[in-house]
């Protein structure tokens, strides 16, 4: 399926603290000034900055996508499920295992199947133009960090633990920005991702270490939203998956009714090979609620009866 560009997505998102965050170093250093438990960080505009990682963001994304999809009766295989080993090899047909995977694992990827979401590290003003005042003022917001101590608590006695004083480093403002690419979707797989981001904007999803602490709760918001699908593939006023496009799909099982209308305020417009649907931030739940209400339920009407291999 990846032999062939059908449709693209790409999310401009932008995540602020709403309290402490910490996405923690990997490494101590063995200066005694600095905290336990450090940001990790990179280089913007030549400076060390914290960041916040594609992939700690891609991990909490999933998490909550499986346990949506759980929650609704959507059968899951286990990521490192020893049964896939025994099913699929190295030289396994494309069709054949895509229309094995369970659909957590056709969208964020198994051992054997590449994953259709990609998620960018998110900076301090991404979206800002490099070298501009907002850039330079984001970036001084996030890596104004504070430091907060912590102590063990001994769970027998239920004071604190003698010698388990820790402190940590947080930020606590500040806008990373990044995005999300999708690539060769059902429309379906886009819904379960704006819900898992509206969870995250709702506070039903932390992000990070030290959630149980109190860390982690970030506001997510869709700055744009860009769908880009095949000229020539679609009607007029309708948006459509890869399971809705006039290609021949035979052997990958994809789940039928890939396709909502559009109301007018949102139709496409051609750019080059490509019929391009741009939604901005006041109407993304416009159209989530449309993909809800379409793709979403009569792919969970399906799904429950299935078992898959991986």
């Not at 990846?2 to 603290?17: A, G, M, V, W, Y």
């Not at 909490?60 to 759980?70: D, N, S, T």
């Not at 907002?134 to 010698?163: C, F």
Request: hydrophobic fraction near 35%; charge should be positive; aromatic fraction near 6%.
């Amino acid at each position: 399926m990846f032999s062939k560009q059908l449709n693209q997505i790409r999310i401009d998102l932008s995540i602020e603290p709403e309290g402490p965050l910490l996405i923690r170093s990997g490494r101590q250093g063995a200066d005694p000034t600095r905290p336990d438990m450090e940001c990790v960080r990179t280089t913007v505009e030549g400076r060390s900055s914290v960041y916040i990682p594609g992939s700690s963001l891609k991990g909490v994304l999933r998490a909550h996508a499986e346990r949506l999809l759980r929650s609704e009766g959507v059968p899951i295989v286990e990521t490192f499920s020893n049964n896939a080993e025994k099913v699929f090899k190295q030289k396994s047909l494309g069709p054949d295992v895509y229309s094995g995977t369970s659909p957590l694992g056709r969208t964020f990827g198994t051992l054997h199947l590449k994953s259709r979401v990609a998620v960018s590290d998110h900076i301090p003003g991404g979206h800002a133009a490099p070298g501009s005042d907002e850039r330079k003022r984001e970036l001084d917001r996030a890596n104004a960090t504070e430091q907060r101590n912590g102590v063990g608590i001994d769970r027998l006695m239920g004071s604190a633990k003698r010698g388990a004083l820790f402190d940590q480093e947080v930020v606590v403002q500040g806008r990373f920005d990044g995005k999300i690419l999708m690539r060769n979707v059902q429309l379906y797989q886009l819904a379960l991702i704006l819900l898992v981001l509206r969870d995250m904007d709702e506070g039903f999803v932390q992000l990070g270490s030290g959630t149980s602490r109190g860390n982690g709760w970030v506001r997510a918001t869709i700055r744009k939203l860009v769908v880009e699908t095949r000229k020539g593939k679609t009607p007029m006023g309708r948006l459509a998956g890869i399971g809705g496009l006039a290609e021949p799909m035979d052997g990958y099982d994809l789940f039928g009714g890939d396709r909502i209308d559009l109301p007018d305020e949102l139709a496409p417009r051609p750019r080059l090979v490509w019929e391009r649907l741009e939604v901005s931030e006041e109407r993304v739940d416009d159209l989530a609620e449309r993909l809800v209400a379409g793709p979403w339920n009569r792919f969970l009407e399906k799904a429950k009866e299935k078992q898959w291999k991986a």
